[in-house]
């Protein structure tokens, strides 16, 4: 019993930041997780990586989408819909866990522009957008399907969204793993005894170990 204990206690500052690890990761996930079940919808927040709402919303905007249902939008709602001409993805209980927010442009598979009209059909509704800033409806954005329709926006941020983009970008994923891997690997270094027969001093170590966990729960919950 005591050799198990010993062998705890001499892991313990990596345990530490692991069990940090782990529930900053739940943390984040239950955040995202709340927001989609909370505004009804699978994207509630959505990056604007593009100008076609100028000046209204600009690039580097975060934008919280509400879900409703197609008869609730007016015209002059500025609304996201997936793009008409793309296969509507299948939502699954596995978009419910998948990290926020999304992006947003006239090229991508989310598209946020206004409400010119709105048609029923046949008790079936369909609409047509426009962005603020292009001169014309797009040819893909004239009379589809409310099928397509993802949510309203109901409020946004400027310029949070250029952070979000660079971490959901390559060199940011790199920066967030990188970060995560060698406070790991610190940690287990700060355990080895070789670094104990240095004489750390256990001030020393406490003070890089708490730095080490508050770098990792800022680098989960952006991730998440």
């Given at each position: 019993?005591?050799t198990?204990?010993a ?5 313990s500052g990596?345990?530490q ?10 943390l984040?996930?239950g955040i ?17 990586v593009?100008?076609?709402?100028y000046?209204?919303?600009e690039?580097g ?19 996201v819909f ?7 993805p ?6 419910y866990?998948?990290?926020?927010p999304?992006?947003?442009?006239d090229?991508?598979?989310l ?13 079936e509704?369909f ?5 603020d ?7 893909f954005e ?5 099928r397509?329709?993802v949510?309203?926006a ?7 969204g ?10 940011g994923?790199v ?13 287990i270094a ?14 020393h170590?406490?003070?890089?170990r ?6 990792a729960?800022?680098?989960i919950?952006?991730?998440?």
């Amino acid at each position: 019993m005591k050799t198990l204990r010993a062998r705890f206690s001499k892991w313990s500052g990596l345990l530490q930041v692991l069990a940090v690890f782990l529930l900053a990761f739940l943390l984040a996930e239950g955040i995202s997780l709340g927001l989609k079940v909370f505004l009804s919808t699978p994207y509630p927040l959505v990056h604007v990586v593009s100008n076609s709402m100028y000046p209204k919303l600009e690039r580097g905007y975060l934008v919280v989408i509400q879900g409703v249902k197609p008869e609730d939008v007016k015209v002059g709602d500025i609304v996201v819909f997936h793009h008409p001409l793309q296969p509507l993805p299948t939502i699954s209980w596995l978009y419910y866990i998948f990290p926020i927010p999304h992006s947003v442009s006239d090229e991508g598979t989310l598209i946020i522009h206004r409400v010119k009209e709105v048609f029923n059909e046949n008790g079936e509704i369909f609409f047509t957008t426009k962005g603020d800033n292009n001169g014309f409806s797009l040819p893909f954005e004239i009379h589809f399907s409310s099928r397509y329709l993802v949510g309203k926006a109901v409020t946004w941020v400027p310029s949070i969204g250029f952070a979000v983009e660079f971490l959901k970008s390559v060199p940011g994923q790199v920066l967030i793993w990188g970060l995560i891997i060698f406070l790991v690997a610190y940690n287990i270094a700060m355990e080895l005894p070789s670094r104990k027969e240095q004489g750390v001093k256990v001030e020393h170590k406490a003070f890089y170990r708490l730095l080490s966990i508050r770098v990792a729960v800022g680098c989960i919950l952006v991730q998440g």
